[in-house]
């Protein structure tokens, strides 16, 4: 079975702080992504990345950054976190054919105080 | 504007009944829709993939539809059980590289004994 680690289940940090989530997959998977989701507004994409240093802006990259220095690796980056980055964060990989389906983390409930 | 919209938002159900979910789509071009299950606290599930050929697609007690005409898609339970509580999740996929994904918002399905 695919799985997807998140390194937190719950963090709490204070705004502007630098706050980093930690996705790593154990089946060699090419494509990761990071989402944030809130009640109402369902799951949004803030970055995808689909092989090794290479990355994308999704739909709400702002105030956000990522990394992938390994394939099995990404990582989320807060720059400078603020209480509007209060949500749940999922991280979720794939093989890079159209029709394989996503493999989700458990997600990390992150509050910004 | 591509988009997905599921209803209803919310159901309640008797343990043992059946039920329809219902996911609408505006994305082209189209290459597969999923239903995902997210049980609270937890990451998003694949319970089907369909590619535009696809009329049906079951995976035990639950069975989708797409009707890629009217772009419609249906999710049926079949002798719900508690552990269907959940939130269920349409997804739609654009045919270009494999992540132009567009959510629903989910319908959260309360099943009660």
């Known amino acids: 079975d695919v799985k997807v680690t998140q390194s937190s289940r719950y963090l709490v940090k204070r705004t502007g702080e630098k706050v980093f989530l930690e996705c790593v997959q154990d089946?060699?998977?090419?494509?990761m992504f990071w989402y944030r989701q809130d009640p109402g507004l369902g799951l949004r994409l803030i970055y995808f990345?689909?092989?090794?240093?290479?990355?994308e802006k999704g739909d709400i990259p702002e105030g956000y950054s990522v990394s992938r220095e390994k394939k099995e690796r990404f990582s989320l980056i807060l720059e400078s976190a603020s209480t509007n980055q209060t949500s749940m964060y999922l991280c979720?990989?794939?093989?890079?054919?159209?029709?394989?389906?996503?493999?989700f983390g458990d997600g990390t409930r992150l509050s910004i105080l | 504007k591509n988009q997905v919209e599921q209803s209803p938002q919310s159901l309640i159900i008797l343990e043992g009944k059946n039920c329809t979910l219902q996911?609408?789509?505006?994305?082209?071009?189209?290459?597969?829709l999923r239903w995902y299950k997210q049980d609270t606290g937890r990451g998003p599930v694949s319970l089907t993939i369909m590619t535009f050929s696809e009329n049906t697609k079951s995976n035990g007690r639950y069975t989708a539809t797409l009707d890629a005409d009217t772009k419609q898609s249906s999710l049926h339970i079949t002798a719900s059980q508690l552990s269907d509580s959940a939130s269920y999740i349409c997804v739609v996929s654009a045919a270009q590289a494999g992540t132009a994904l567009i959510f629903g918002k989910g319908t959260t399905l309360s099943v009660s004994s």
């Open positions: 089946m060699d998977h090419e494509n």
């Open positions: 996911c609408n789509y505006t994305v082209s071009p189209f290459s597969n």
């Open positions: 979720a990989s794939s093989p890079p054919l159209l029709n394989q389906p996503q493999h």
């Open positions: 990345s689909y092989d090794v240093k290479m990355k």
